[in-house]
């Protein structure tokens, strides 16, 4: 079956980076776009972007463009998001999530607080 | 970017009836859009209920349905129950960007 899974939760200060996984299995990696998207503590979904695993092609959010950078490892079957210049409001949990027919399957997200 | 709206909050009755909207700022929401709209519950990642403005999965309650609804995509809750109490998402893909709305809270009360 699809799985979806993703590194632990990170803390970090303001104006640092951090680099998150997810590692799929249950398909062919190459095969589906992952995007990534976010949600603050108690607010909504916020959409990333999203990286083609087989080019490694990418579409970032306006709003993220420029402190984004997603990429891939197709030999471990993992993708990569790395935030940059980290602000107090990227406290969020931070999810992978891939979509096929009408399904979208979510990881089980990655806890980022950044906090001095 | 598009900015996508819906209800912030809305109130239904057990065994009641009602419609959550999902609007574009860039002007009617169509089919191309391939609405969806998610379910979710406190300390759970969102669930697909349905998809392509109107397609349903199997765990998706039949009291549930999609459409499209004055230039919206709708998600209409018929025969509400206590379970369905959470919060509801909508999805709008703009060319294969994602845009969610900003959520509707949904108390069954």
């Known amino acids: 079956q699809v799985q979806l899974v993703q590194s632990g939760a990170e803390v970090r200060k303001p104006g640092a980076s951090v680099k998150v996984s997810c590692k799929a299995s249950?398909?062919?990696?190459?095969?589906?776009?992952i995007h990534w998207v976010r949600q603050a503590p108690g607010q909504g979904l916020e959409w990333m972007g999203w990286?083609?695993?087989?080019?490694?092609?990418?579409n970032y959010a306006q709003k993220f463009q420029g402190r984004v950078t997603m990429t891939r490892d197709t030999s471990i079957s993992t993708d990569y998001l790395e935030l940059s210049r980290l602000r107090s409001d990227d406290t969020a949990l931070y999810y992978c999530a891939r979509q096929h027919s009408g399904v979208v399957y979510w990881g089980q997200g990655n806890l980022v607080t950044v906090s001095s | 970017q598009a900015v996508v709206t819906q209800e912030p909050s809305l109130t239904v009755s057990p065994g009641g009836t009602l419609t959550l909207t999902c609007g574009s700022s860039t002007g009617a929401v169509t089919s191309g859009h391939w609405p969806y709209w998610f379910q979710q519950k406190p300390g759970q990642a969102p669930k697909t209920l349905i998809y392509?403005?109107?397609s349903k999965h199997s765990w998706t309650p039949a009291r549930f349905s999609g459409s499209l609804l004055g230039g919206k995509a709708a998600l209409t809750l018929s025969g509400a129950q206590p379970e369905d109490e959470a919060d509801y998402y909508c999805?709008?893909?703009?060319?294969?960007?994602?845009?969610f709305g900003g959520g509707t809270k949904l108390t069954v009360l």
């Open positions: 990286i083609n695993p087989n080019s490694g092609g990418t």
């Open positions: 999805l709008l893909s703009y060319s294969g960007a994602w845009v």
């Open positions: 249950g398909y062919t990696f190459t095969d589906y776009y």
């Open positions: 392509d403005t109107s």
